[in-house]
């Protein structure tokens, strides 16, 4: 007789806190062992634990976001694991959606599930409707338990009660209630009537006399992603105003990856942010005013603020500008900047734009520019009028002669 073909079990466990899990033998272990117990009793089939751990603790089974689960799904993918083996349904998952995920996954890679304590076949249909009323359950129960919380938290509040976290500027912790600190009180204020002024947290920070180093950590942490949607050009412009070498590079990236719509919207804002409006606002660091980061920006804004799609409001009366009356100049703003630039980094700048131009018809006018800012550079001054008018009048005596 044959021996059975070899069943290669992997045990997962969880725990939805930490809670006790410092214990010499806790929740975890004890799942553990009732799971090795019925591997063995399972023997005579083929089944073998493996000795690798899946524990997730302290995690919460309401997500698919745990290192241990995505450990599990990713040694199934490779093919090392043919049954999962879990204490209850609900260790594995409280969520149908993310159930629905996970089978998936099990069925693609011819992967069994067992749950200790539940006995179901989730072979035919019968099991399957068990295992998801099972699991509706579990949801319920983790939803209800979510609202029972934040319910008391908010009864809580409504009494004055604080319920945990960072003490806010302000404010010191007294008897679980929170106190007003006058000496922190003002600054408070102060913050606060400078937002209504300025109606913009990346320049309320940018004068509050902060390190550039903080601002720029601050900026790059919102640009990237922490910030609402509709925030994120000013966080950039004042990424890019204080760290530009990092800051540009995430810049351009992003811009290349939305629509050439919202591209163009974005990056309307964040030059407008970056420079002002045309009455200029704020105190800046401007460490982007190198030639290099000039050019840079003058390139990227010229590909998603384009002239092709500019206004004209020359010779058409009086007008209230817009946000892209603003972009518009300061496109131009950019550009006069990296004309000021003296020395060979200037005039460097002015010739990689000869190529580079988003542009074509403007390559010309780059090249002329780079000729006169290698003539403004040259060791002798320039001539005036007057000693060209001189010069001129030599050499017509000069040829009489």
Not at 340 to 355: I, R
Request: glycine content about 8%; hydrophobic content about 40%; overall charge negative.
């Amino acid at each position: 007789m044959s021996s059975p073909l070899r069943r290669r079990c992997a045990i997962y466990t969880r725990k939805s806190t930490e809670e006790g899990l410092d214990q010499a033998f806790n929740t975890l272990d004890a799942q553990r062992e009732a799971c090795e117990a019925y591997i063995l009793s399972q023997a005579g089939e083929g089944w073998e634990c493996l000795p690798d751990r899946y524990d997730d603790g302290g995690w919460s089974g309401g997500n698919m976001d745990r290192p241990a689960l995505k450990a599990l799904l990713a040694d199934i993918a490779r093919g090392r694991i043919d049954i999962v083996v879990v204490y209850k349904v609900d260790r594995l998952t409280r969520s149908l959606m993310d159930f629905a995920r996970i089978v998936d996954t099990f069925d693609g890679n011819d992967t069994s599930f067992v749950s200790v304590t539940q006995a179901f076949n989730t072979t035919n249909s019968m099991g399957r409707l068990t295992l998801n009323v099972l699991l509706s359950f579990a949801q319920f129960e983790r939803e209800v338990t979510g609202e029972r919380i934040r319910d008391k938290i908010a009864a809580s509040r409504a009494k004055g009660m604080f319920m945990g976290g960072n003490v806010p500027l302000g404010y010191d912790l007294g008897n679980r209630k929170l106190e007003v600190n006058e000496s922190e009180a003002d600054t408070v204020r102060h913050i606060y009537a400078r937002y209504l002024e300025l109606k913009s947290v990346p320049a309320l920070a940018k004068g509050s006399g902060a390190a550039p180093a903080d601002l720029a950590a601050l900026a790059a942490h919102k640009a990237k992603g922490a910030a609402v949607e509709d925030q994120r050009p000013r966080w950039f412009a004042l990424w890019v105003d204080t760290d530009p070498g990092a800051a540009i590079p995430v810049l351009e990236s992003h811009l290349a990856s939305l629509s050439p719509e919202t591209g163009s919207a974005f990056a309307q804002q964040f030059i407008v942010a970056l420079l002002g409006d045309r009455h200029g606002t704020g105190k800046r660091t401007a460490a982007y005013k190198n030639a290099h980061d000039l050019k840079t920006l003058y390139v990227l804004t010229h590909r998603h603020v384009r002239i092709a799609d500019d206004i004209e409001r020359a010779g058409k009366g009086a007008y209230s500008p817009t946000l892209r009356d603003d972009a518009q100049d300061g496109r131009s703003r950019l550009f006069n900047m990296l004309v000021d630039v003296p020395g060979p980094e200037g005039y460097a700048a002015m010739k990689a734009l000869e190529q580079e131009h988003p542009e074509p018809d403007h390559r010309k006018w780059m090249a002329l520019r780079a000729h006169e800012r290698a003539t403004q550079d040259a060791d002798e001054p320039l001539w005036s009028t007057e000693q060209v008018r001189d010069f001129n009048k030599g050499n017509r005596g000069k040829e009489a002669e």
